[in-house]
């Protein structure tokens, strides 16, 4: 147990669909992050939130939109998703003035 | 933008053996963490390293900074089945940047054979 807990840890969902990916830290921490691991890459920052306010977006597409309603709470809301975006999706949280970062358990995502 | 090249990619090592995993960053690292990750979970935290010539051990496994803050090595010692995983190195690309998240690298998988 890490102290970041994401629901659904499995999620199948078809192209037209909408689907929502939820987060939740219970360390106090004041950024969270949003992080894609797909096979054979490098895990890739998605979405960055600092004390509620997005700071980070890495060229995410649109069919992506992160929703950070508060300090402990993220969410990722997924809209007409691709197969390509079959991955792990992992959502993490930190001090803002800590470097290190605590990681959910991820939520396995499959598009068909 | 920072690149971690880790290696080897994947390890197969006989219980007891030790082994080493290595990460080398294209820029000055300005602090570098390592994680272990079983297939399909999230990342546990295992050390973080900041300065040149640092070094930090928890149970059986060591991590070192070089002076030059531009490599890590990952050391266990007598490798257990419990060692079996996905290794992975994150990286700050600046002081206080781990705040806006990790560059990571591709991850080393270990395999111990009993």
């Known amino acids: 147990e890490t102290g970041v807990t994401q629901t659904p840890r499995h999620l199948v969902m078809g192209m037209t669909n909408k689907k929502s990916l939820k987060c939740e830290q219970h360390?106090?921490?004041?950024?969270m992050y949003w992080y894609k691991q797909s096979a054979k890459k490098p895990l890739e920052l998605m979405f960055v939130?600092?004390?509620?306010?997005?700071?980070e977006n890495n060229s995410v597409p649109s069919r992506f939109s992160p929703e950070c309603p508060n300090s402990s709470h993220l969410f990722l809301h997924l809209h007409t998703l691709q197969p390509e975006d079959s991955a792990l999706y992992l959502c993490?949280?930190?001090?803002?003035?800590?470097?290190?970062?605590?990681f959910g358990e991820g939520s396995w995502l499959t598009v068909v | 933008s920072q690149e971690l090249e880790q290696s080897p990619q994947s390890l197969i090592v006989q219980e007891g053996k030790n082994l080493t995993i290595n990460c080398t960053s294209s820029?000055?690292?300005?602090?570098l963490y390592w994680y272990k990750q079983k297939y399909g979970e999230g990342l546990i935290f295992l050390m973080m390293?900041?300065?040149?010539?640092e070094e930090k051990s928890h149970e059986k496994i060591t991590a070192k900074l070089d002076e030059k803050k531009q490599q890590s090595s990952l050391h266990i010692t007598a490798s257990q089945p419990s060692h079996a995983g996905i290794y992975l190195c994150?990286?700050?690309?600046?002081?206080?940047?781990?705040?806006?998240?990790?560059?990571f690298g591709k991850g080393t998988h270990l395999i111990i054979q009993p």
């Open positions: 360390l106090g921490h004041n950024a």
């Open positions: 820029k000055t690292l300005y602090g």
């Open positions: 994150g990286a700050a690309s600046y002081s206080g940047g781990g705040a806006d998240g990790l560059t």
């Open positions: 993490a949280s930190s001090q803002v003035d800590h470097d290190t970062i605590y």
């Open positions: 939130y600092n004390f509620k306010e997005q700071t």
């Open positions: 390293l900041q300065k040149g010539g």
